[in-house]
């Protein structure tokens, strides 16, 4: 009885000690391996002295057990009734544990749970242990704008997907416009077997997206699963593009050129040269897998809007097509292009940033400290506050009808912005 005494005020006092103190979830793995191992050598130790293994195995469960239970049953507790975020509304599941989270966007439709719960808290809603979404047009500039200081296929006679034809183009797009190389997907009408591999791994993102740390436990200790192994060969793959491109000598910068440029000049620093992968991982992902939909999205509601359609057509015969300024100074093409953006943005839930240490006001409302904070696209981008008939198609509104953007805060599908820190050598 002692040890199992004593095994649930070690529980109690782990919680208080540490595991109150921040988030964990980054550190998972370790958490984890820290407990196993140290599971294991006190069951070991314990049935080592015993004489029986069964004998052993009994005295030795039951205070890991306890342990482990008092663990929780305190954490659970301390969410419930005394976390300084009690007071922010939202479901009493997902303020003990994010995995409540997970399950509800299994079909990776995390947006629609945010959006219902916006519809059923409010404006500030409680989506974790430590994080608040925030369902409103300041929370962009709040969390990253120049003020913030929170931290951070084959063409046949038969129908093709749309989505598959822009994804070719984007990433062929992007091969070009960040390493000078084309990847041909538009040629062939198929899709780049590491592309293809990439595609996999970021579907990890879509159901894992409001608990990071999950996809690391998966890193950390299956590594041979199929989609982690998709990961490590994506993040090969972008390795690869830029190693052929640091031997290929290109008439014009590329992306790729400035990057070059800072490995060369810091070819010592290790951390240097992380970052150049880091960053070649970024290019390749986000310069394509953000593009896609977005023109995906637009031929979709162009399709559903002829009149829109017509528009468009009128003002591409008014000018000389080849001309890139003048097809961006269209009002009626650059109207869709920002109506699709804002009903369905390429990045539909997945703004966040960490509050200061002393905490920070958004609206009047006080958000305490090393809190994270979430900012979903798809909901703020549909506000009555911010937008009139926010649910409607109409490009007329970004220059024809201004008294239709009723708080222009809420239009950032590619975030706000801010000086960019420089990194440490």
């Known amino acids: 009885m002692f040890d199992i005494l004593f095994a649930s ?33 006190y069951i070991s130790a314990v049935m080592y002295s015993r004489t029986s293994i069964l004998d052993g195995l009994s005295a030795s469960l ?11 049953l305190s954490i659970t507790i301390y969410r419930l009734c005394f976390h300084r975020l009690c007071k922010f509304p ?42 608040i979404t925030v369902f409103h047009a300041a929370a962009f500039e709040a969390m990253d704008g120049p003020k913030s200081n929170t931290t ?76 982690v192994k998709d990961w490590f060969g994506m993040l090969d793959f972008c390795d690869t593009c830029m190693d052929r491109r640091m031997k290929t000598k290109v008439e014009q910068q590329d992306i790729a050129s400035w990057f070059i440029k800072d490995a060369k000049i810091n070819e010592d620093n290790k951390q240097h040269q992380r970052w150049l992968s880091g960053d070649t991982a970024t290019v390749v992902v986000a310069g394509s897998d953000t593009t896609a939909p977005n023109l995906t999205t637009l031929l979709y509601l162009l399709a559903q ?30 109207g869709a292009i920002n109506e699709a953006m804002r009903l369905l943005p390429a990045v539909l839930t997945f ?41 409607k198609f109409c490009p007329e509104r970004w220059y024809k009808r201004p008294e239709m953007i009723r708080d222009k805060r809420a239009f950032a599908p590619f975030g706000v912005g801010q000086l960019a820190k420089p990194r440490n050598s």
């Open 9 to 41: 005020s070690l529980g109690l006092l782990a919680h208080h000690a540490i595991f109150i103190h921040g988030e964990w979830h980054l550190w998972a793995p370790s958490v984890l391996s820290i407990h196993l191992t140290l599971s294991n050598l």
């Open 62 to 72: 039951m205070p890991v057990a306890s342990y482990t239970m008092t663990l929780f």
């Open 90 to 131: 939202g479901s009493r599941l997902a303020a003990i544990s994010k995995l409540w989270h997970v399950w509800l966007c299994r079909d990776s439709r995390n947006h629609l749970v945010l959006e219902q719960w916006y519809r059923k808290y409010g404006t500030f809603v409680r989506t974790g242990p430590s994080e």
């Open 152 to 227: 951070r296929s084959d063409c046949t006679e038969q129908p093709i997907l749309v989505n598959h034809l822009m994804r070719w183009f984007s990433f062929d797009l992007m091969g070009d416009f960040a390493f000078s190389q084309d990847f041909g997907m538009m040629d062939r009408r198929e899709y780049h077997a590491s592309i293809s591999m990439l595609r996999r791994a970021i579907t990890l993102l879509g159901p894992f997206s409001p608990a990071i740390w999950i996809p690391r436990l998966g890193f950390a200790f299956i590594p041979g699963l199929r989609k």
């Open 305 to 334: 809007n002829p009149q829109d359609v017509e528009q468009i057509y009128q003002e591409l015969k008014s000018i000389d097509t080849e001309n890139s300024n003048a097809v961006a100074a269209l009002p009626h093409l650059n």
């Open 351 to 391: 703004v966040t940033r960490v509050s200061p240490p002393e905490g920070m006001y958004l609206d009047g409302t006080f958000i305490p400290g090393n809190v994270k904070i979430v900012a979903p696209r798809y909901s703020i981008g549909r506000l009555d506050s911010a937008w009139e008939d926010p649910h």
